[in-house]
C-alpha cells in the first residue's frame, strides 16, 4: 500500500457521522476543522473563532483518518474534532448544573472510531471501536456482513467477534442509504457511539457524509429536525498536518494525567487539554498502551476480542512506525 492507496480506502469506508445538535448552541455541537482559528498553531484561539460567529453560521467540517495494513487486515481509524466540550451555553444558577458545568466542560474535543476491516472474506468491517469520552465501545455484526456497498457477501461468511477482555457493546448499524458504517455523535459532549446507546437528546440531528458520497444517507427522523452536510476527509499524515505538530508545543502539551492533549489558554499560558489526539486514545481502566488503539491496531485488538480470524501483526503499512512508502 502506498499514501494513495490509502486515501482511496479511508475514503471508500469513511462513515456517515449521526450528530445530535442543541438548538441552545448549536455552533457548538458542529464538527469543525482542528485548525478553525488559521492554523494548527493557533487552536488555543478556536473557542474565540466559535465565540465571534453568528449563531446561524454552518462550520466546514472536516474528519480526520489514517490507515494501517497487516496482510490479514485493514484498520481505518476516523477522528473527530469539536471546539468544546459544553454543557451550558451560559454560566448557570442552579447546584446540579453548577457541578455539570465544573466536570464535564472543557476546551476542545477530539474523539473517533476504528474500523476493523477483514481481507478475507473481502472487505468485511468486522469490528468497531468507538471513542466516547475515556472509554471504548466495541460494535460486531453477528447476523450479516457490514461491507461497505449493497453486493455484500452473505452472512454465512462473516466472521463472529465475541467478547475477550472487554464486553461487546452493540451491532453495528449500516446507513440504510450509502451503507456506510454510520457513528452516533451525542451533543454537548460529542461521544461517538456505535448505536443508539448512549446517544443522548439533542433538538436535531445532523448527518455529515463525506464529500466523496453521491448518495444523501436515509434518515429516520422528521425532516424539520435533520440536515446533511458534507464533510472534507484530511490525512493525519498530511504534510504540515496535525501529526506534523505532534510535538509541537504551540499545539499539543501533556497534560495532568501524562497524555497528549489540545492546548487551551489559562491565564495567558498554554496547558495541555483533555482533548487527545488519536496516538493519545485510551480507556480510562484498560490494560493497553496509551494510544495503541491507533498506533499498533492488529495487537490492540487480538487481546480486546476474540473471534477474528487470523491477525497478523506485521505491518506492510503504518505509518505511526514508519512502516510502508
Not at 473527530?80 to 451560559?90: E, G, T
Request: hydrophobic share 35%; with cysteine.
Amino acid at each position: 500500500m502506498n499514501a494513495t492507496e490509502a486515501r482511496a480506502l479511508a475514503a471508500k469506508y469513511a462513515p456517515v457521522l449521526a450528530q445530535k445538535v442543541s438548538r441552545e448552541w448549536a455552533l457548538a455541537d458542529q464538527i469543525a476543522p482542528v485548525d478553525l482559528a488559521g492554523s494548527f498553531t493557533t487552536v488555543a484561539d478556536n473557542p474565540d473563532v466559535l465565540f465571534a460567529m453568528d449563531d446561524d453560521e454552518v462550520i466546514d467540517a472536516r474528519v480526520y483518518w489514517s490507515v494501517c495494513e497487516t496482510s490479514t487486515h485493514y484498520f481505518l481509524a476516523y477522528a473527530v474534532y469539536h471546539v468544546l466540550d459544553w454543557w451550558k451555553r451560559y454560566k448557570p444558577k442552579d447546584l446540579y448544573n453548577l457541578i455539570r458545568d465544573s466536570l464535564d466542560e472543557h476546551i476542545h474535543d477530539l474523539e473517533g472510531a476504528l474500523l476493523v476491516v477483514t481481507k478475507k472474506p473481502a472487505g468485511l468491517v468486522d469490528g468497531l471501536v468507538t471513542v466516547a469520552h475515556n472509554n471504548f465501545y466495541l460494535y460486531t455484526e453477528p447476523r450479516r456482513p457490514s461491507a461497505v456497498g449493497k453486493s455484500s457477501p452473505l452472512s454465512s461468511k462473516s466472521l463472529r467477534v465475541v467478547k475477550f477482555n472487554e464486553t461487546v457493546d452493540g451491532n453495528i448499524w449500516l446507513d440504510g442509504t450509502t451503507q456506510r458504517v454510520k457513528l452516533y455523535v451525542e451533543s454537548r459532549g460529542h461521544g461517538i457511539r456505535g448505536d443508539h446507546k448512549g446517544w443522548g437528546g439533542g433538538d436535531e440531528t445532523w448527518y455529515y457524509r463525506p464529500e466523496v458520497e453521491s448518495a444523501a444517507p436515509g434518515t429516520f427522523d422528521k425532516e424539520e429536525n435533520t440536515r446533511v452536510l458534507g464533510y472534507e476527509l484530511v490525512d493525519i499524515f498530511a504534510a504540515g498536518g496535525l501529526w506534523d505538530h505532534r510535538f509541537n508545543s504551540r499545539t499539543l502539551r501533556q497534560n495532568k494525567d501524562g497524555k497528549w492533549g489540545l492546548v487551551y489558554r489559562e491565564k495567558n499560558r498554554l496547558r495541555g487539554g483533555a482533548a487527545n489526539p488519536p496516538w493519545s486514545w485510551n480507556d480510562h481502566n484498560d490494560t493497553s498502551p496509551l494510544g495503541e488503539i491507533i498506533t499498533d491496531p492488529a495487537r490492540f485488538i487480538s487481546r480486546y476480542a476474540q473471534g477474528w480470524g487470523p491477525v497478523s501483526t506485521q505491518y506492510v503499512y503504518n505509518p505511526y512506525q514508519d512502516i510502508g512508502e
